[in-house]
């Protein structure tokens, strides 16, 4: 019989159904609490053995000090650029995360989504439907279309497989190498590493966002290089906002030198409902939904009460960052 591990969980607010997911399928197989922010902390940290973190900004330092006795803090999320990670180290505290496959197709449907959206100009189709102007405007097919990926992991592949079927060229960029028997299963013309990235960014017709956020990440996307896309491309982000340094993007976007962008993802979030870029009729946006469905979730609890029963077993954690 699997060991009943101590398990805390910091829970969201309001509640999620990420939170549910977990709750259904943890409490079967370990003893499961709920952290309370009212109270203090100390006492609830006593004992446990592994702390379920879907709490956000609530994260507080204090916590990585209390958890003398924790074996594992897993995140349940891919991203981990809001956790200071750096932190649970120096606390030699192992963390682990849902990473790419958990969320891989929903956040390669979005952007196929978005791709769609752009390319047929809906956020016009439902200002003339209101107008009663019939037969515009007029879209472009996706055939032949250039889809530039910026990061070939689990999100990117998912939506490349989905892009072949509409017969579009592909061609990616990712810090690791990708064999030709891949790129031929995946139907992608062309794999390079970051010395191609901008090569990559001129060619596109849209260039999709599928990176973490870090210091060498953050604002990839800036004048610069919202310079080198064609004035008939578009850029899709479901990744992270401050991939994109939004100003450059909303001038390149006024000034013509971009046709269109799809944004599930902002720097600042919630994006102030008045923010120029939701103005234009050219950008279509969602409030950071392209990992959230029910299949996300329950893959991502998978992951987690795996690690649960692993840790239960002797066995060391999968889908660690810390190291």
Known sequence: MTRRLKVLLLPSDPPSFWEKEVIRVVNPHHDLTYFNYENSPDPQFQGVEVVIDLAGSK???????????????????????????????????????????????ALAECALMFMMMLSRRWPETQSHLKQRIVGSPMGVDLVNRRLGLIGFGASAIELARRAKSFSMKISAIDVRSVSLEEQQQLGVDFVGGPRELDDVIRQSDFLSLHIHLNQETRYLMDKRRFSLMKPSAFLINVARGALV??????????????????????????????SPLLSLPNVVGAPHIAGQTERTAQHRAAMVVENLDRLAHGLEPLYRIDQ
Do not use: H
């Open 59 to 105: 994260r507080k330092r204090e916590m990585a000090d209390l958890a003398v006795s924790i074996q594992l803090w897993q995140l349940v999320a891919t991203g981990f650029d809001t956790f200071e990670l750096d932190y649970w180290r120096e606390k030699q505290i192992p963390v682990a995360n849902t990473p790419g496959p958990s969320s891989a197709v």
């Open 245 to 274: 340094d939004e100003s450059a993007l909303y001038q390149a976007l006024i000034e013509g030198k971009l046709a269109g962008a799809g944004l599930d993802v902002f720097a600042q979030e919630p994006i102030d409902p008045e």
